[in-house]
């Protein structure tokens, strides 16, 4: 394939990463029953190491999966929400304003919804890395539950306007989003490299 006029944003980590947390987080939460429970155990055991591997990768990876590349505040992911919304969108060669608050939040709820997950593990099966310190309760079972079963429906609930932004921002700046997600590889034109950044495309 080539790609030539492209230029190179994310790297393997960064995209296997993506699918990964993708195919685990699906699994475990389409996969409850308890003929399955060891299924949905270990893949909330894969999101959380998932998780953990992507906020180091924030700190010592390539240039566009760094945090210090992407940090935003709530006021400027709104503001270029809405002019995404209304087509005036400026194009990010990395993530734009809103979709790096979708990354954190999107982190923060999987962080919470797997090690709500771990506790209620404990508490309800008397298993798992924290069994020798909660013990089993009846008592804390179901409030457990509906707690984790609160933060996995959140994290869902972001990963769904997640998506409908990958599709907007696609079609109003006319490139494929997702399948950059696949060859790492993305239009090279003049185009903000971050969220306080402007100006011609530098190459890597």
């Known amino acids: 394939m080539s790609h030539e006029g492209q230029i190179k944003v994310w790297d393997p980590v960064v995209r296997i990463f993506h699918w990964m947390l ?25 999101v959380l190491g998932l998780v953990v591997l992507r906020v180091i990768w924030g700190f010592i990876g390539t240039r566009y999966a760094r945090f210090s590349n992407f940090v935003t505040t709530p006021p400027a992911a709104l ?40 506790v209620l593990y404990a508490a309800d099966e008397g298993a798992g890395p924290l069994a020798g310190w909660i013990a089993k309760s009846e008592a804390l079972e179901d409030p457990l539950e509906e707690v984790h079963e609160l933060f996995a429906n959140l994290t869902l609930a972001l990963v769904i306007v997640h998506t409908f932004g990958v599709v907007l921002g696609s079609m109003i700046h006319r490139e494929n989003l997702m399948a950059s997600m696949f060859h790492g590889y993305k239009r090279r034109e003049a185009a903000s490299e971050g969220p306080g950044a402007t100006g011609q495309v530098a190459p890597d």
């Open 22 to 46: 993708v195919a685990a987080f699906f699994t475990a939460y389409f996969i409850t029953e308890d003929g399955f429970l060891w299924l949905h155990t270990w893949a909330g055991y894969l």
């Open 79 to 118: 503001h270029y929400l809405w002019e995404e919304i209304t087509g005036r969108a400026r194009r990010y060669l990395g993530h734009n304003p809103a979709g790096a608050a979708m990354i954190f939040a999107i982190l923060v709820f999987l962080l919470l919804a797997t090690l709500s997950g771990i």
